[in-house]
């Protein structure tokens, strides 16, 4: 007999939320009706607080956390909209811009991207920080994908639904801070990726244009991130 | 173009604003006293960005039409090629015929292309490329009535 975990209940802007012990911030929120925007959340998938969209303001002092992250307590008091949280969401979103070269007119994701769609929906119309223009790599080695690193936002969506729905474990961050990087496994072409099963889930699960399948053209990479769940619901993973 | 793309709406406009400045216009000098200019494009060479600074000082206030002049868009792509090896790809390497540099009339390349906010203060960005046509209407209706607002509707792309 599977034991469910004891009920308790929480508030988001004061309203009495009932929830479950185990569930982050996130879960009890997006079950409640409430929506948080995220970026790195991925139903079926563990959450790692890597882009911290979902930021909550906690308790009387609104200590700042990620509501993914972060499990609900017995009483605890959130809110998930205010001006200073949609500040900080904006700005999130304007690094992720300036980092690296996010030009949505030519890319394959145009129409379906989720940085696109968020920036559209937080409302941001421009960016205040200087734009980096890095010098990005385009991994055409594989024979049915494309890795675009100019279009990745370091989610890692890609890295835990290789290791932990596909088993595969191909892909990882390399380097710190603003040198970090998607590689595949020891930092080598994709094509050479010995683990690789080419499933495509990496491509499924990546929000942006940065991952796609050869061949399509511009706007026309659309994304089937509810099959990821879905395959993870089969192999058993709780989220 | 996009201008055009307003179909009929160009008409009211028309009833509400002089067009004193613009590809369309025969002035080739950039007036003095201008209430409102649409600046489209990335600032890519010397020439832009002092024509920039020349539609700042002239005009109250100065919108970034499109994704180009909110972003720098398509022309940034060039950003991590220094425009030398750029110029002799293009120009030397690659042409089928004359493989010269053009400089005569050309005004020299920035280092990058990049967006007029970089070098001037702009009051309002219009992302998209193009921008929607009901979405410029917008933008144009709001500074005509003196109203500076981000827009209601953001797409980029």
Redesign the interface.
């Known amino acids: 007999m599977i034991q469910k975990s004891k009920a308790i209940s929480i508030r988001i802007e004061g309203e009495l939320v009932p929830t479950r012990e185990g569930k982050t911030i996130l879960q009890a929120a997006r079950e409640a009706g409430k929506n948080i925007p995220t970026l790195c959340h991925m139903d079926g998938l563990h959450d790692v607080g890597a882009c911290r969209l979902c930021i909550v303001e906690i308790g009387g002092a609104g200590r700042l956390a990620p509501a993914c992250t972060t499990p609900v307590q017995e009483g605890l008091s959130v809110v998930i909209n205010s001006p200073r949280l949609a500040a900080y969401r904006r700005m999130i979103l304007e690094l992720l811009l300036a980092e690296r070269n996010h030009i949505c007119a030519v890319c394959v994701a145009n129409g379906h991207c989720e940085l696109q769609s968020l920036a559209a929906q937080l409302g941001v119309s421009s960016v205040r920080f200087r734009y980096r223009y890095p010098a990005m790599p385009v991994d055409l080695s594989q024979e049915k994908y494309v890795m675009d690193h100019n279009r990745c936002i370091l989610c890692s969506r890609c890295v835990r639904v290789c290791a932990e729905v596909e088993g595969a474990h191909v892909w990882d961050i390399m380097g710190r801070g603003i040198h970090s990087r998607v590689i595949s496994e020891m930092d080598q072409p994709w094509a050479e990726a010995a683990s690789c099963t080419r499933c495509g889930k990496c491509v499924q699960a990546c929000p942006t244009g940065a991952m796609a399948e050869k061949g399509r053209a511009v706007e026309e990479m659309v994304k089937r991130t509810d099959a990821v769940a879905v395959a993870a619901a089969r192999k058993g993973d709780r989220t | 173009m996009s201008l055009l793309d307003l179909d009929e709406g160009i008409l009211a406009l028309a009833k509400q604003a002089d067009l004193v400045y613009s590809p369309l216009v025969d002035a080739t000098e950039f007036p003095e006293g201008v209430d409102v200019t649409l600046v489209e494009g990335a600032v890519s060479s010397q020439e832009d960005a002092a024509r920039l600074r020349t539609v700042r000082a002239r005009s109250r206030v100065v919108a ?1 039409l499109g ?1 180009c002049a ?5 022309p ?2 060039r ?2 090629i220094p425009v030398a090896r750029l110029l002799q790809r293009i120009y030397v390497e690659g042409a089928d015929c004359s493989p010269v540099i053009p400089s005569a009339g050309v005004p020299p390349l920035l280092p ?1 292309a ?2 007029p ?2 070098f001037i203060k ?1 009051d309002v ?3 998209g ?1 193009p921008p929607q046509p009901k979405a410029i209407l917008a933008l144009l209706d709001d500074l005509l009535h003196g109203r500076i607002a ?2 209601s ?5």
Not at chain 2, 70 to 74: L, S
Not at chain 2, 153 to 157: D, M, R, Y
């Open positions: 970034a994704d909110v972003t720098a868009n398509v940034s792509m950003n991590s990058q990049r967006p906010h970089e702009v960005h219009l992302p490329c981000k827009p509707e953001i797409k980029f792309g």
